[in-house]
């Protein structure tokens, strides 16, 4: 079956800018997190949906929004850019969440802000 | 606080065994997870420990003690291919909490 998918892979936004990411979890999961990644830092915790609520939410600003669909796909959102906003934001999805369930990455959106 | 180290990078010889330790001190403890991640790729899922002891899987294994907030990885018969990031993450209050990760670096 298709695997996590995260679209765009790469991009450039400058300070101040927007950005949408876009993640289509494995098709019958209901539970999608978020996470971003810098070198050093491992993996923070955005947030999970769960059936289009947000179940758990990490310690990020308000600029950091995301949603979640009918269909399970979600999208997470980052107003005003920062240059430290640059990091690897990874999409995982799961059946019900991590409890003792395995949990599939897609292979991330790579944002720079410049 | 919710915490949890691992080291940094570690080097190991093709063909040896390495263990990758991971300390965790988080409040409503679950299980533990281990996540392989290759330069550039997305993390993919070793093991996942809920009780204590030695959980094997082929080359790999895993091993917790709850009581010392503690686990570890084993590799085995270390292949090139094992060159990669090692994640740890406990699963405490219907949340992941993840290490830094530790960069295993293969030398032949």
């Known amino acids: 079956k298709a695997g996590v998918t995260q679209t765009p892979r790469y991009l450039i936004k400058t300070r101040g800018q927007q950005v949408t990411l876009s993640c289509s979890p494995i098709s019958g999961h209901r539970s999608v997190s978020w996470y971003q990644q810098t070198p050093g830092q491992g993996l923070q915790f955005l947030f999970e949906?769960?059936?289009?609520?947000?179940?758990n939410k990490g310690n990020f600003p308000g600029r950091f929004s995301g949603r979640q669909f009918s269909n399970s796909r979600s999208e997470m959102n980052v107003s005003t850019l920062e240059l430290g906003d640059s990091a690897l934001y990874l999409c995982?999805?799961?059946?019900?969440?991590?409890?003792?369930?395995?949990?599939?990455f897609g292979e991330g959106s790579w944002l720079t802000v410049v | 606080g919710q915490n949890i180290d691992q080291p940094t990078e570690m080097t190991a010889t093709e063909g040896a065994i390495v263990q990758i330790n991971c300390t965790y001190q988080t409040s409503g403890f679950n299980g533990l997870f281990w996540y392989q991640q290759h330069a550039g790729e997305a993390p993919t899922f070793l093991s996942y420990?809920?009780l204590d002891g030695l959980e094997e899987k082929g080359r790999f294994s895993s091993f917790l003690s709850r009581s010392k907030g503690y686990s570890y990885l084993l590799l085995k018969e270390l292949q090139m291919k094992d060159s990669a990031s090692y994640l740890c993450?406990?699963?405490?209050?219907?949340?992941?909490?993840w290490g830094a990760g530790t960069k295993l670096i293969i030398k032949p």
């Open positions: 993450a406990s699963y405490s209050n219907y949340q992941l909490i």
């Open positions: 949906y769960f059936s289009e609520t947000q179940r």
């Open positions: 995982a999805s799961s059946l019900e969440g991590a409890s003792g369930n395995t949990i599939y």
């Open positions: 420990n809920v």
